[in-house]
């Protein structure tokens, strides 16, 4: 069984919905596979979550994002009241529970056996996923000089992590990540609340110039480089999405294979 039949059929695995033969496959690859594993620990972490109450956990990862934002605009005074507003808390878990289920929706879409998984449809669930707590970094630091050897032998190429502060899109750290089957890299940035992860793996073909989908609320960007492909996604506005990617690919030197 290869990597991204066994990805494929993760969710029915967990859910016990495989055919006797089927679900020994996987476990037999499983066994011998760390990274379909990991991804595999993922979706059982996920689910856990949504079942030990998603709400309490919620809150402090947004909170975290939001100090961090605000540190990066040396902004921090007027937040407080906002922080104790049990108001805000509601809205925010009443945001992350519709995130949530959005991912599911993707999740339940993409699971469909034999239906192909689209480049966008895979991009949309690891964006939302990693928004999920705990799932955003493996390396939180705001210093490119971290984060890129962070990826050294992890990930069989060198991503481009332009220093972009200035510009009001600050780095916040960098994960590995799967996208069909693949491991890749993925590079945090924020802006304001909102989160853009910037995937690369290399992918044989011409250069091409990035082209924006919109889809569930989330807007995703995809070029390739120098045998890189690259998208870019979140739920931040397309004008300064654009701006984001076009900031990007001037600031980060290209990926070294
Ligand atoms: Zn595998």
Redesign the pocket.
Known sequence: ???AE??DLLNPYHDGELLPEELAEVRD??A??P???RAYDELVATSHLLQDGLVRYAAPDVLNARIRSALAHEDATPLRPAFASPRWLRLAAAGLLIAVTSSLATWGTVRVRGASRTARDEILATHVRSLMPGHLMDVASNNQHNVKPWFNGRVDLSPPVPALDSTGFVLDGGRLDYVG?RTVAAIVYLRRQHVVNVFSWPEAGDDSDPSVVTTQGYHLVNWRTGGVAFWAASDLNQTELSEFVALFRHGGAEAKR
């Open positions: 069984m290869q990597c066994c990805l690859h499983l011998l596979c990274e379909c594993t089957g």
